[in-house]
């Protein structure tokens, strides 16, 4: 009979990227050494730009678990989550956008509920995208929730931008940090 090793999810590490393309083997090569070195046990990738059915998968030993969101017709977007092989991940539901802009998954590590959510915003209109993947996200979560990603928006203006100032209207930015 194998032994089960306990599992502590205070033991989780995330790790979140937007990797500018995965294509070439050599990227997603550089992608799992960078994995491995950072300890890594749950990744959170944006804008992989891997197409539809036909993309390669970033599973290997390491990672043996992932999930996708990718834009059907074209290398543009995508986004990925990824859990180590000491990560016991029990998935219970899954919601991906059609265009690869999100991914939210449900699950349970040993006996605790999570929800993570992995966010790729476009680079216009980022305040329409993030209140309407924020609603469907609040339909969706249960348990703790984990969210990453590239929202290609300034949350602080004045931290985050090097006029200290943003196009995005100062009502949605107020809005999309009071929801985090």
């Not at 834009?71 to 991940?89: E, Q, R, W, Y």
């Not at 509920?113 to 966010?119: G, K, N, P, Q, S």
């Given at each position: 009979?194998?032994?089960?090793?306990?599992?502590?999810?205070?033991?989780?590490?995330?790790?979140?990227?937007?990797?500018?393309?995965?294509?070439?083997?050599?990227?997603?090569?550089?992608?799992?050494?960078?994995?491995?070195?950072?300890?890594?046990?749950?990744?959170?990738?944006?804008?992989?730009?891997?197409?539809?059915?036909?993309?390669?998968?970033?599973?290997?030993?390491?990672?043996?678990?992932?999930?996708?969101?990718?834009?059907?017709?074209?290398?543009?977007?995508?986004?990925?989550?990824?859990?180590?092989?000491?990560?016991?991940?029990?998935?219970?539901?899954?919601?991906?956008?059609?265009?690869?802009?999100?991914?939210?998954?449900?699950?349970?590590?040993?006996?605790?509920?999570?929800?993570?959510?992995?966010?790729?915003g476009p680079?216009?209109?980022?305040?329409?995208?993030?209140?309407q993947a924020?609603?469907?996200?609040?339909?969706?979560?249960?348990?703790?929730?984990?969210?990453?990603?590239?929202?290609n928006m300034?949350?602080?203006?004045?931290?985050?931008?090097?006029?200290?100032?943003?196009?995005?209207?100062?009502?949605?930015?107020?809005?999309?940090?009071?929801?985090?």
């Amino acid at each position: 009979m194998a032994a089960t090793r306990a599992f502590a999810p205070a033991q989780l590490t995330y790790w979140s990227n937007n990797v500018q393309g995965l294509n070439s083997p050599e990227k997603r090569a550089h992608l799992h050494r960078r994995l491995w070195s950072a300890k890594a046990s749950v990744v959170f990738l944006q804008e992989t730009h891997l197409k539809g059915g036909d993309a390669p998968k970033l599973e290997n030993r390491r990672f043996p678990l992932g999930f996708y969101a990718n834009h059907p017709d074209t290398k543009k977007a995508g986004v990925a989550i990824l859990f180590a092989h000491s990560v016991p991940f029990q998935t219970t539901q899954t919601l991906a956008d059609p265009n690869g802009r999100y991914l939210f998954l449900r699950g349970t590590i040993a006996d605790h509920e999570y929800t993570f959510a992995c966010l790729y915003g476009p680079n216009r209109k980022q305040h329409t995208f993030i209140r309407q993947a924020l609603a469907k996200l609040e339909k969706f979560r249960g348990g703790l929730l984990i969210v990453a990603g590239d929202l290609n928006m300034p949350l602080d203006p004045i931290r985050d931008t090097s006029r200290g100032q943003s196009a995005i209207p100062t009502h949605c930015l107020k809005a999309t940090q009071r929801w985090g």
